[in-house]
């Protein structure tokens, strides 16, 4: 419009009939709302009731007068960034309650769980162990800041090597446990993965015993600087619970006297057969690294 009007000298209501619009049309001015009192009102809402979401505010202000659809009010919500982020459960699949006996032998069932604790710094770490439900004996403990569920599948391809294939694995519903990723691994090898009811622990009693155990006996005794120091106390340790600790639930057998005088009541057909269980590392002895840390 006003090129036309710069370009030929004609009136406002000639160029607007050129160009075929209404002078009206250009002499309109909006008419901008005053959006502050329905901000300030939001602002005290939020203040007082820090959960209420877009709708409950919404009505609020239709009962305090505020006659403005939903739509400017949501238009000035959002832009407060007062809008919820609403956080959904993730659904569990039924858990049936599954019986917690002993194994009739060594990998039959093995038990798997997660123990929180943190360096001396402060710096968080998770232990991740496995034991064989028959014998108690403990297989790995693996500790690092981060333990995913494929960090899960390599650390049980690793036991899988030397130990042997599990027919099972009793876990809880934690998330590296229900990842999809774990339950196609177990498909692929054939294992049965059976999880313990929600809020439940004791039905994974043995590993939730073991966990108290190793709570006790290494996590509450030292203070690591770092995770490489964890590391060492934590492998020399489990060859002393393999090995020389008694277990009051094996008849005051360590597991690997267990595993050799009962392990193959039930497999006649490996009478000379020889187990696999964690070897001790020369580097990972218990009583060296106790007289170190003394003096």
């Known amino acids: 419009?006003?090129?036309?009007?710069?370009?030929?000298?004609?009136?406002?209501?000639?160029?607007?009939?050129?160009?075929?619009?209404?002078?009206?049309?250009?002499?309109?001015?909006?008419?901008?709302?005053?959006?502050?009192?329905?901000?300030?009102?939001?602002?005290?809402?939020?203040?007082?009731?820090?959960?209420?979401?877009?709708?409950?505010?919404?009505?609020?202000?239709?009962?305090?007068?505020?006659?403005?659809?939903?739509?400017?009010?949501?238009?000035?919500?959002?832009?407060?960034?007062?809008?919820?982020?609403?956080?959904?459960?993730?659904?569990?699949?039924?858990?049936?309650?599954?019986?917690?006996?002993?194994?009739?032998?060594?990998?039959?069932?093995?038990?798997?769980?997660?123990?929180?604790?943190?360096?001396?710094?402060?710096?968080?770490?998770?232990?991740?162990?496995?034991?064989?439900?028959?014998?108690?004996?403990?297989?790995?403990?693996?500790?690092?800041?981060?333990?995913?569920?494929?960090?899960?599948?390599?650390?049980?391809?690793?036991?899988?090597?030397?130990?042997?294939?599990?027919?099972?694995?009793?876990?809880d519903n934690g998330p590296e446990f229900i990842a999809q990723a774990l339950a196609d691994w177990c498909a692929l090898h054939g294992i049965e993965l059976i999880f313990i009811q929600k809020g439940k622990p004791h039905q994974n009693g043995y590993i939730e015993r073991f966990n108290r155990t190793f709570r006790e006996e290494v996590l509450d005794v030292f203070a690591f600087d770092n995770l490489n120091q964890a590391r060492l106390f934590t492998k020399a340790w489990m060859w002393v619970y393999n090995n020389e600790r008694p277990h009051s639930a094996l008849g005051y057998h360590t597991p690997t006297q267990f595993l050799l005088k009962y392990g193959k009541l039930h497999h006649p057909q490996k009478a000379n057969a020889e187990f696999s269980t964690f070897q001790q590392d020369g580097n990972y002895n218990w009583k060296f690294i106790l007289s170190n840390v003394t003096n």
Request: hydrophobic share 35%.
């Open 1 to 171: 419009m006003g090129y036309c009007q710069e370009q030929f000298p004609v009136s406002l209501r000639r160029a607007c009939s050129l160009i075929g619009t209404h002078p009206s049309v250009i002499r309109y001015k909006p008419k901008l709302k005053n959006d502050e009192p329905i901000r300030q009102e939001l602002s005290r809402l939020a203040e007082l009731h820090s959960r209420w979401g877009f709708w409950m505010m919404f009505y609020r202000l239709r009962a305090l007068s505020y006659s403005d659809n939903h739509k400017r009010v949501y238009r000035i919500y959002t832009e407060m960034r007062l809008n919820l982020r609403r956080k959904y459960k993730k659904r569990l699949p039924l858990r049936i309650q599954q019986p917690l006996l002993q194994p009739l032998h060594h990998n039959l069932t093995w038990s798997m769980d997660f123990v929180h604790d943190g360096l001396f710094q402060g710096k968080p770490f998770r232990a991740f162990n496995v034991i064989d439900d028959f014998n108690r004996e403990v297989l790995t403990i693996n500790i690092d800041t981060s333990l995913t569920s494929l960090r899960v599948i390599r650390e049980l391809n690793k036991l899988i090597e030397w130990r042997g294939k599990p027919e099972r694995l009793r876990v």
